[in-house]
């Protein structure tokens, strides 16, 4: 020990270091390498700057963490994630059969298959009930049921005289709204499941389709259906009709509206002030809007460099930044920065069609679903 202190200026502790340092370079490149981002992140700045978008260690920002098999089933129809007390929130999936499967993110092993849900019809819609392990359903059948993904058991609590295409729920779970063929929406107290009242009417349908009667009732078949995140009485409906409507559920009353979009699935998202729409026209379909001043912020460009249609089923935001998107000329999901409006990133999933996306900000993962062989659980990295 003397003889290599007098040779080596250096303390016993620091020289152990420095011998670590020299048996493992490629351990410490990769430790400062992976620390990088949490260093930087660490100070929470806001720079203004245009900084190159990082990739991961297997170089994607979108990627296949596992996959279900889905065609059996007639391919998956609606698809939501339901978080717990788990690292990653169990994903929901409604099938063209009828059926749901409940399968934990964690593992992507099913823990389980209620058969018959919607008596062998599309469950075309689902919605986790807020703050809750439970999801509620519609089907093309007019049947709503109640879905517990711990007991994985479901109960009936609905029958609408409609061929439902969305269901909702408001942030305080007092509110239901259901809409489906018929251009009027259902609103049902959450509690005990009984009809409060129906928005639009007979008396407020528009003749054309492109309902130009801005303050009347939808015209054509309705797709899509979306509560507020800040007012539990305010609730956005969309369809066929080219229009999308703002109703005030106390009053029953259209209280804005915006025309253009075509909107065929579950085609609108709600973050902040701002709306965005997917709408099935074969350019042009994403756009964002302003839901205080009632007109289009933006069409963002959604299509890769090998498709030549788009024509979208479904689109959400991931945070207020980034939008997820697909459909049937969209068949790659994909990751569209809104502020530089461009493709950040695609995953070819192997779907024919693209018809539901379902992601979780918080957990850094989504799930897409549609006609194809499988239903792929995605890691998203941004």
């Known amino acids: 020990s003397s003889g290599i202190n007098a040779e080596w200026p250096l303390r016993p502790g620091t020289l152990l270091v420095v011998d670590l340092v020299l048996a493992c370079p490629l351990a410490?490149?990769?430790t400062l390498y992976t620390m990088r981002y949490k260093i930087f992140n660490?100070?929470?700045?806001?720079?203004?700057?245009?900084?190159?978008?990082?990739?991961?260690?297997?170089?994607?920002?979108l990627g296949i963490k596992w996959r279900v098999p889905a065609e059996k089933y007639h391919g998956v129809f609606s698809c939501q994630l339901v978080p717990g007390t788990s690292h990653l929130p169990t994903v929901v999936l409604g099938y063209g059969s009828g059926d749901i499967e409940v399968i934990p993110g964690e593992g992507g092993v099913s823990a389980g298959l209620i058969q018959g849900v919607t008596m062998s019809l599309p469950v075309t819609g689902l919605r986790t009930i807020p703050q809750t392990s439970?999801?509620?359903?519609?089907?093309?059948?007019?049947?709503?049921?109640?879905?517990?993904?711990?007991?994985?058991?479901?109960?009936?609590?609905?029958?609408?005289?409609?061929?439902?295409?969305?269901?909702?729920?408001?942030?305080?779970?007092?509110?239901?709204?259901?809409?489906?063929?018929?251009?009027?929406?259902?609103?049902?107290?959450?509690?005990?499941?009984?009809?409060?009242?129906?928005?639009?009417?007979?008396?407020?349908?528009?003749?054309?389709?492109?309902?130009?009667?801005?303050?009347?009732?939808?015209?054509?078949r309705l797709f899509a259906t979306r509560f507020t995140p800040s007012s539990k009485y305010t609730l956005l409906t969309a369809g066929w009709d080219?229009?999308?409507?703002?109703?005030?559920?106390?009053?029953?009353?259209?209280?804005?509206?915006?025309?253009?979009?075509?909107?065929?699935?579950?085609?609108?998202?709600?973050?902040?002030?701002?709306?965005?729409?997917?709408?099935?026209?074969s350019k042009d379909s994403l756009q964002l809007w302003d839901m205080r001043k009632m007109e289009c912020i933006m069409t963002l460009g959604c299509r890769g460099g090998n498709e030549n249609t788009e024509f979208l089923y479904c689109a959400q935001f991931y945070?207020?930044?980034?939008?997820v998107c697909g459909g049937s000329g969209i068949r790659k999901p994909k990751i569209i920065d809104i502020y530089q409006n461009k493709i950040l990133e695609e995953v070819d999933v192997g779907l024919r069609v693209v018809q539901s996306i379902c992601v979780s900000p918080s957990h850094g993962v989504g799930v897409v679903g549609g006609l194809g062989d499988t239903a792929s659980f995605l890691s998203i990295d941004i």
Request: charged share 20%; hydrophobic share 35%; with cysteine.
């Open 242 to 281: 080219c229009s999308v409507k703002i109703w005030d559920t106390r009053s029953g009353n259209v209280v804005g509206a915006f025309t253009g979009p075509k909107v065929c699935g579950d085609g609108i998202d709600i973050f902040g002030n701002n709306v965005v729409t997917a709408s099935w026209l």
């Open 28 to 30: 410490c490149i990769y």
């Open 134 to 220: 439970y999801v509620l359903t519609a089907g093309a059948n007019g049947r709503v049921s109640r879905i517990n993904t711990e007991t994985i058991t479901h109960t009936t609590v609905y029958e609408a005289d409609n061929e439902l295409s969305s269901v909702d729920v408001n942030y305080d779970r007092s509110l239901i709204s259901l809409v489906g063929k018929k251009p009027d929406i259902l609103i049902v107290d959450a509690e005990n499941f009984s009809e409060i009242c129906r928005l639009g009417g007979q008396q407020g349908y528009s003749e054309t389709h492109e309902s130009e009667n801005v303050a009347g009732g939808h015209s054509q």
């Open 319 to 323: 945070t207020g930044k980034y939008i």
């Open 42 to 61: 660490s100070f929470q700045l806001d720079l203004q700057f245009n900084w190159p978008m990082e990739r991961n260690m297997f170089g994607r920002l």
